[in-house]
Structures are given as C-alpha cells and as structure tokens.
C-alpha cells in the first residue's frame, strides 16, 4: 500500500509514478530505506548498465569494452553537464565527492599565510585537509560565523572575503550531519562582486556532496570556480563514483592537480608536459568504466523525472518526517536553517544511538548515527554528543514515515 500525502501537503509525484518508481528500484520492496544521504537505493537500469558492461568486460576485456562503449562513456559528460548546467569539457569523472574536492584543493597553488575561509558546517573530510594544510604549509583556517537562525552570516562573509582577500573560499552547500541548505545563491552574489573587484585572488570551492539528485545546481549561477559531488547519494548512482566541476576561468587560468596523470596531461620533452585543456586535466588513467556507465544512466534517470520535481517532494517527505518526529517527547530535532533538505537530524534524551540504528535496522528501516567527531563545530553548537541521520527519497511513501516515527516512539518508551 502506497498513501498519498496527507493534506494539506500536495505530493509533487501522482500516486501512479511512486509506484512506477519503486517498481524500478527493485530494494524499496525489501528495506524502507531512509539512508538517501549515505546511498541511494540503485534505479534496476543503473544496476543493469554497470553489470553489462562488467560482462562485456569479461568476455572481450577491459580496454576493448571501454573502445566499444565510447559513445555510452562520453554521455557520462554529456549527462553531467546538463545536471550542472555547463559544458561537458568543464567535467572530470572522479571516484567520490572527497575525491573530487582533493583534486580541486590541491589544485591551488598555497603559500605560508594563505587564509582559506570556510563556513561551521563543513564536512569533515575537507576540514581534516585544511587542518593538514595547516600542518604542512602553514596556511590558517578562518570560519564565517553562523547566522542566528543558522547557516553563514553573509555579513560576516563579506566582511572577511574583502578584509582577509583569502586564497580559498570553501562553502558545503549542504552539511552531512544537518538538514541546513547554506544560502549558496546569496554567496554567489557576494563572490561574483568581490571576484570583479579582486580578480585572481581567490577561488572558490562549493562541496555540493549531499546536493546533487535532491536540488538544482546551476555552476552559473553559482559562481564557484569547482564544484564537488558524488553519484551515489541523492543522484541514486553506483558507489565510488563523483564528478568534479571546473570552470573555464580555472581551466583558463592553468590550475592542476598536484599529482597529474597520464590521462590529464602529455610528455612532450624530457623536462616538460603538457596539460589538457579541459576536465580530464582533473583525471587519472585509469577508473572503473562499468560506474561510468552506471552513473550515465543514474544522471539519465534523474533529469528524466526532473530535479525541481525531486526537489520539492524531497523537502514535502523530510519536512513531513520532522513533524512527525517533533511529536514524540524524547526527540529533540537538530535542524536548523532559513532552509532545510532532505537530511532530517535528531537526537534523542537518554538514548543510544546504536541500540537505536539496530532496533531500526531489525524492522528493515535503513538510518545511520552521525557523531561528534562528523562536524565538532557543529555538534559543539548543538550541545550533543550524537544524532540519528534520517533522509527520506521522491521513492518513498508517507506509510513509510508513518511506520518509522511509530518505531522510533515504541523504541524510546523501552
């Protein structure tokens, strides 16, 4: 049985593509499966693009199926371009969104003193590598402060950006261990003023990791000089899979990654290179092309339905499931923000988070806990040491809300 949204909320989706939408994802019949943020469960054409390819890997070889399949491979970028309204030369192919943002930072050319200024809500990954980039070559980490309701103070922002002129300016458009949704489109204005009167200065980095699939993303709009995400979240694509922003201001301005490969440049001389003009600059050799392949379909898929469409119906369910947590006495709801997605955030009074996630996981309800140690910052902020991640998909139903809000509130009664 399949509910509609109950009023007066109004489903984006009729009751007739839900059901045509779980009818082709085959793990919605075995698991309600709110880990959206983690992975999506797999569209059954993405699973079958990948096996094929591995098949046809199997029967003729790798590099002759990658040669036959180059058409399928190419419109990977051509996929990925319409998703983030670009050129399919401003496209590298990358195994994650951390990988993505690795190559994109090691791409600035740092210096001792350099500032890089960054938003509370980072992901943990990047913070880990300013704090090694800090140890290494002695540049300094700069927060924005956050804004009362929650997410960057664009005062602060601009005061900062034109004060310090910093290196880098890196911004998560949405955190992994909150709801929020940073005011990217704002920034983009403050950017694009300071960029015309300090050009060549600073670059700016948007990890759009927990973005793509659940909202638009326009890279013109946009205003970010890269932009960093994974395939296996929301854009419901293969693990292992990411793709990387560059703009043309950056591949005009000659920034590389550190360690670039054969695929992103060409050995000339005995003591000289040559580094591709477009995306590929940002690739290595060698990946697995059966992901290609499946992420190609997985974008397919996705632009197909429309992401303003899974936009809304992402924000209708997780606001849904915020509500219906609210209601029970021993949840207290972490989300903040002037807008929030599709990562619902909550910590429960005297609870355990992992009795919780595996007395969630025995009824077949796929959440995961997030830690302190996820997003310090943020936590510290938030008074809590843990939270229960809960991010709902345009393939889910309001029974599945309904059936999780009541295991949780059996569970908290224990």
């Given at each position: 049985m399949i509910d509609t949204i109950p009023a007066p909320l109004?489903?984006?989706?009729?009751?007739?593509?839900?059901?045509?939408?779980?009818?082709?994802?085959?793990?919605?019949?075995?698991?309600?499966?709110?880990?959206?943020?983690?992975?999506?469960?797999?569209?059954?054409?993405?699973?079958?693009?990948?096996?094929?390819?591995?098949i046809l890997e199997s029967q003729i070889g790798g590099y002759e199926a990658a040669a036959l399949q180059q058409s399928t491979i190419r419109s990977f970028y051509h996929q990925c371009a319409l998703l983030l309204n670009c050129k399919p030369s401003n496209i590298a192919f990358t195994a994650s969104a951390t990988d993505s943002y690795t190559r994109a930072l090691s791409s600035i050319p740092f210096t001792k003193g350099d500032i890089i200024l960054t938003d509370c809500d980072d992901f943990v990954s990047n913070q880990i590598q300013f704090l090694s980039l800090q140890k290494r070559f002695g540049i300094e980490i700069m927060h924005i402060q956050n804004a009362a309701i929650g997410g960057v103070d664009l005062n602060d922002l601009k005061h900062k950006l034109y004060k310090h002129k910093p290196k880098l300016l890196a911004i998560t458009h949405i955190p992994t261990n909150s709801g929020l949704i940073q005011p990217v489109e704002e920034i983009a204005i403050i950017y694009a003023e300071y960029k015309n009167a300090y050009p060549d200065i600073t670059w700016y980095i948007l990890d759009a990791c927990q973005s793509a699939g659940q909202t638009k993303l326009d890279t013109q709009q946009l205003q970010c000089d890269f932009l960093s995400i994974t395939c296996r979240k929301f854009l419901r694509g293969p693990r292992g899979t990411g793709a990387l922003y560059i703009s043309d201001r950056t591949l005009l301005a000659g920034l590389e990654p550190l360690f670039i490969d054969m695929r992103g440049a060409e050995w000339i001389e005995k003591d000289l290179y040559r580094q591709q003009p477009d995306g590929r600059r940002f690739e290595d050799w060698e990946f697995a092309y059966s992901t290609v392949t499946g992420t190609s379909a997985a974008i397919q898929y996705c632009l197909n339905i429309g992401v303003e469409r899974i936009e809304k119906q992402v924000r209708l369910l997780s606001d849904w499931m915020r509500k219906k947590l609210s209601e029970i006495d021993a949840i207290r709801i972490l989300d903040r923000g002037p807008e929030q997605g599709g990562l619902v955030t909550f910590h429960i009074h005297h609870g355990d988070p992992v009795q919780m996630v595996e007395g969630l996981h025995k009824r077949k309800i796929n959440v995961v806990p997030s830690y302190r140690a996820f997003g310090v910052l943020d936590f510290d902020e938030k008074s809590v040491k843990w939270a229960i991640r809960a991010s709902p998909h345009y393939y889910n139903t309001v029974e599945e809300i309904e059936l999780f809000a009541d295991a949780v509130r059996d569970m908290t009664k224990r």
């Amino acid at each position: 049985m399949i509910d509609t949204i109950p009023a007066p909320l109004q489903s984006e989706f009729s009751l007739e593509e839900i059901t045509q939408f779980r009818k082709e994802t085959t793990g919605t019949s075995q698991v309600i499966h709110f880990n959206n943020a983690g992975a999506g469960l797999m569209p059954d054409i993405v699973t079958k693009a990948q096996l094929d390819h591995i098949i046809l890997e199997s029967q003729i070889g790798g590099y002759e199926a990658a040669a036959l399949q180059q058409s399928t491979i190419r419109s990977f970028y051509h996929q990925c371009a319409l998703l983030l309204n670009c050129k399919p030369s401003n496209i590298a192919f990358t195994a994650s969104a951390t990988d993505s943002y690795t190559r994109a930072l090691s791409s600035i050319p740092f210096t001792k003193g350099d500032i890089i200024l960054t938003d509370c809500d980072d992901f943990v990954s990047n913070q880990i590598q300013f704090l090694s980039l800090q140890k290494r070559f002695g540049i300094e980490i700069m927060h924005i402060q956050n804004a009362a309701i929650g997410g960057v103070d664009l005062n602060d922002l601009k005061h900062k950006l034109y004060k310090h002129k910093p290196k880098l300016l890196a911004i998560t458009h949405i955190p992994t261990n909150s709801g929020l949704i940073q005011p990217v489109e704002e920034i983009a204005i403050i950017y694009a003023e300071y960029k015309n009167a300090y050009p060549d200065i600073t670059w700016y980095i948007l990890d759009a990791c927990q973005s793509a699939g659940q909202t638009k993303l326009d890279t013109q709009q946009l205003q970010c000089d890269f932009l960093s995400i994974t395939c296996r979240k929301f854009l419901r694509g293969p693990r292992g899979t990411g793709a990387l922003y560059i703009s043309d201001r950056t591949l005009l301005a000659g920034l590389e990654p550190l360690f670039i490969d054969m695929r992103g440049a060409e050995w000339i001389e005995k003591d000289l290179y040559r580094q591709q003009p477009d995306g590929r600059r940002f690739e290595d050799w060698e990946f697995a092309y059966s992901t290609v392949t499946g992420t190609s379909a997985a974008i397919q898929y996705c632009l197909n339905i429309g992401v303003e469409r899974i936009e809304k119906q992402v924000r209708l369910l997780s606001d849904w499931m915020r509500k219906k947590l609210s209601e029970i006495d021993a949840i207290r709801i972490l989300d903040r923000g002037p807008e929030q997605g599709g990562l619902v955030t909550f910590h429960i009074h005297h609870g355990d988070p992992v009795q919780m996630v595996e007395g969630l996981h025995k009824r077949k309800i796929n959440v995961v806990p997030s830690y302190r140690a996820f997003g310090v910052l943020d936590f510290d902020e938030k008074s809590v040491k843990w939270a229960i991640r809960a991010s709902p998909h345009y393939y889910n139903t309001v029974e599945e809300i309904e059936l999780f809000a009541d295991a949780v509130r059996d569970m908290t009664k224990r």
